[in-house]
């Protein structure tokens, strides 16, 4: 066994060196080769060994001079690598190499090698290193990774803007700006009836918006936006940093849309809640910033935002909220507008008006802060109170409601639903806004006095609970219309027998006397009434609600009802109905019309819905056939027993005068003076049913009027409104007018696209007035009637008013003609009466027909509306006496007889002839009367034949 430090053949103890001085190897020369480790030593090249060689110090030294090794500088130990060489010794050996340095071929050609211990790093710092290059390399990793899918994520982001932007809307479909307006409907006085619109809207371009708006809204909503192209990045990002704050404290979440954006969004897209939607809305403001100027982005928006409380625009929530334009807004309240945009119904003025007041002043802050206004302005704005006068949908001026829905159903037809209410056409109607109120006051006065007639129904509530802690509530619980202006609902809180202390929605109380509610009779079937009250408990009792009307000591004008007290008196609603039409006999423009009694109790307009049997006011039309069929006025008929077999299967037909009596030979005057059935029916059957339809057609009546004789008493239905377009030819010489409610229409850019007079004016299109004459408008108008047998019925129609059955008009003092309406059973009432120029109709009836009532005639129940509605109209008014056509000649005759007057006579007449058709004095000894040539012809006294050809009729 060889001793450990001896050294062997191959330089063991020179290897034991090497491994011992490993960390002392010097590095690697250019010329080193070292083995790899696992390679083997059949890898090693022939000539050269795995282990170093001891030099020989006699051999001769190479051409070459070898190069001297460096002195290696010990490192210092490792206290963890000497335990890791003691623990693992097969790694150290691992650690030591040999390398083999080839040298070159010295002058004989031998090869020559040598061992030199080459060093490795320790394991620790190994690992170390291979740690981090492991890290280094899951960096590098990452970040490629990161880099391919954000590139992916880039080129799929720039696909689906692409596919998205194929899908845009254009945002030229801006340039064309049509937004849908508010229709709004003007009397003729220029004053607004009413607004009609899905969005209440007002538009009104950039250049007469006042400054200080915009302003005030850039200052809430987008203060960038001069600055930015469409998308405000720094106001993303600060809504980003706010949010988390938001979130963190359950707030409402910001948003950094910006105006543009919001132009978007309501002009191109939905306001769906989506990331789609989102990208959509900044990709089209983007656009909308390309294509449009600031001026026109802020202009649409103004115009299109909705502002709460209906308002669509900031003209129109100008008006709705402070009833004022924009030029007369405050400061204040252009900054309360300005806050409105982000949830209008989080700041309403009246509800939530702490919250209301605190934006708005942080609006104020907002415009201080960005040079708009000055700190003393922003003082003096905050100390302004919130005050809004909210105004009415529909009807604006109360009095119109029906007038107004009946023009919204005839723009319905013209333009449809879409032109209606988002065509912003601006109607100028006929409506005199007088004419009106002083129709609805007529109205409900003719109807009040008719219903107090029939007595006292029941209360129009009642209340269990009269405490004083419940009866307000419980009262302002209770519905009721809201356009009985004059009227106010009260609980009663006691009654005893002289009176009823009564309790109001605002918590004020009243008296309400027995004297002023002596009318409220007991109502009993078939329109009867009970006894007078005696005391207020024997008609109203605690709890009951009624409706009472202020009065002060007064004489009443009701038939039959006493005076009152001051204090209230007792109303109830009416269950009859009716309406009452005011026009223009010459140009069928209607000035005003109401169709009942309480639009909110009910909309049914029964001037132009309600279709009614017009009884005797259908008379004329009959008359009228008849003046033009050879009859004059003082045509004699027999008023007498009448029967008529109408045909197989058909009872027969007896008609009969209202009165029950017979009146004898009559004249034909008298026959509509006196509202004459018999003389009617008689002269029907004379001349046939079929003229009789051709004028109930042509004056527009009827279309199709039934050829049996109970339709000359008015058996056929038609309605007011086409009644009073008849009378209208009688009184403007026999010209066929169209009522109308509408004069004008302009479209949203104020070009005239209906008008109603269809006249053409000439002479009208001058520069200035050089003292030509007057310009003369030609009468387009239809002629449908002689306008000497127009004449003749007014000139008629006036006798009954002053002898007939209209003669409760005489006290007006004025120039009328009328004619009353009664059906049978006394269903319906008609009266229509006129001046030269002006012509008013009331018709009366219950909704469900039914009996008015014993005695309830047109002259009862008609006409006191018509004539109270006269009494304001004509008052401050001359009389003018009707216009008499060429070709009428006026006689003096007996007004019973139709005779020439004669001396001595007291029952005088001036009536209207046609020429060659008046009476003379030769025939005063015979009974004159017209035969269907129109020629006078004498007939014996003892005659009783039915209409042979004379016109006289027995």
Known sequence: MRDENEPDETGGPA???????????????????????????????????????????????????????????????????????????????????????????????????????????????????????????????LF??????????????????????????????????????????YSGDGSLLAEFARERRLFVPISDIPPQIVQAFLAAEDKNFYQHSGIDLRGIARAALANIDNFRNNRRLEGASTITQQVARNFLLTSEVSFDRKIKEALIALRIERTFSKEYILELYLNQIYLGWRSYGIASAALNYFDKSLEELTLAEMAYLAALPKAPNNYHPTNKKEAAVTRRNWVLDRMEVNGFISAEQVREAKLEDLVTHERPVGAQFVEAE????????????????????????????????????????????????YDQRHGWRGAYGH??????????????????????????????????????????????????????????????????VGAVPSSVRSVLKKGDVVFVEEVSSAPVEAEGIASISEGYALRQIPEVNGAIVVMDPHTGRVFSMVGGFSFEGSEFNRA?????????????????????????????????????????????????????????????????????????????????????????????????????????????????????????????????????????IQDRYGKTILIHDQRVCKDCLVDEWNNQPEPQLADVREEVLDPRTAYQIVS?????????????????????????????DS???????????????????????????????????????????????????????????????????????????????????LEAFKPGTEPTSSQASTRITIGADGLPVQLPQSSNDLSSGTGGLY
């Open 463 to 528: 209340i269990d609970d009269v405490s004083p802690e419940n009866w307000l509530d419980a009262l302002n619980a209770v519905d009721a219309p809201g356009d009985l202006d004059e009227w106010r609902l009260a609980v009663v809180l006691s009654a005893s027998a002289s009176e009823a202390k009564l309790g109001f929605k605002d918590a004020s109380e009243g008296r309400l006397p027995l004297s002023n509610m002596t009318w409220a009779r007991p109502w009993i079937k078939g329109e009867q």
């Open 608 to 744: 132009t819905q309600a279709y009614r049997q017009p009884g005797s006011s259908f008379k004329p039309i009959v008359y009228s056939a008849a003046l033009d069929h050879g009859f004059t006025p003082s045509s004699i008929i027999l008023d007498g027993p009448l029967v008529v077999d109408q045909g197989p299967g058909l009872p027969l037909w007896k008609p009969k005068n209202y009165s029950d009596k017979f009146y004898g030979e009559s004249t034909l005057r008298t026959g509509i003076e006196q509202s004459r059935n018999l003389m009617t029916a008689r002269l029907a059957l004379d001349m046939g049913m079929a003229p009789i339809a051709d004028y109930a057609r042509r004056f527009g009546v009827v279309e199709n009027l039934e050829q049996q004789p109970a339709m000359a008493l008015g058996a056929a239905e038609t309605t007011l409104y086409k009644m009073l377009a008849a009378y209208s030819i009688f009184v403007n010489g026999g010209k066929k007018v169209t009522p109308t409610l509408i004069d004008r």
């Open 827 to 909: 269903r319906d009432a008609w009266f229509i009466s006129s001046t030269p120029d002006l012509i008013a109709g009331a018709y009366v009836g219950f909704d469900q027909p039914r009996s008015l009532g014993p005695r309830e005639t047109g002259g009862r129940v008609a006409l006191p509306i018509v004539k109270k509605f006269f009494e304001s109209a004509l008052k401050d008014v001359p009389g003018i006496p009707f216009r008499i056509p060429n070709g009428i000649r006026l006689v003096r005759v007996n007004a019973k007889t139709g005779l020439l007057a004669a001396r001595g006579d007291r029952n005088v007449i």
């Open 796 to 824: 008629i129609m006036e006798g009954a008013v002053l002898r007939g059955t209209g003669r409760r008009m005489r006290t007006i003092g004025k120039p009328l003609a009328g004619k009353t309406g009664t059906t049978n």
């Open 15 to 141: 290897v034991q060196e090497t491994r011992a001085s490993d960390e002392k190897a010097p590095p690697e020369t250019p010329e080193s080769v070292t083995l790899a480790a696992g390679d083997t030593e059949d890898e090693i090249g022939e000539g050269e060994t795995n282990e170093q060689e001891a030099p020989d110090e006699s051999a001769p030294l190479s051409a070459e001079p070898e190069e001297p090794e460096p002195d290696l500088e010990p490192e210092p130990e490792d206290e963890d690598m000497r335990e890791t060489e003691d623990k693992e010794p097969e790694a150290e050996d691992e650690r030591v190499k040999p390398v083999i340095i080839p040298r070159r071929s010295d002058p004989g050609g031998a090869m020559r090698a040598r061992m030199v211990p080459v060093r490795e790093d320790d394991p620790k710092k190994e690992r170390r290193r291979r740690g981090g290059g492991r890290f280094f390399q899951a960096v590098a990793w």
């Open 402 to 449: 029906y007038y107004a829905e009946e023009v919204r159903r005839q723009l319905y037809e013209m333009y449809d639903e879409k032109g209606l209410y988002e065509g912003g056409l601006s109607v100028r109607t006929t409506l005199d806004t007088r004419m009106q109120k002083w129709a609805r006051d007529s109205l409900r006065f003719g109807l009040v006095e």
């Open 144 to 185: 490629a990774s990161a880099a391919i899918v954000l590139i992916v994520a880039i080129a799929a982001l720039a696909v689906f803007l692409i596919q998205l932007s194929d899908e845009l809307p254009s945002s030229r479909a801006m340039q064309n700006y049509e937004p849908p307006i508010t229709t709004r409907i």
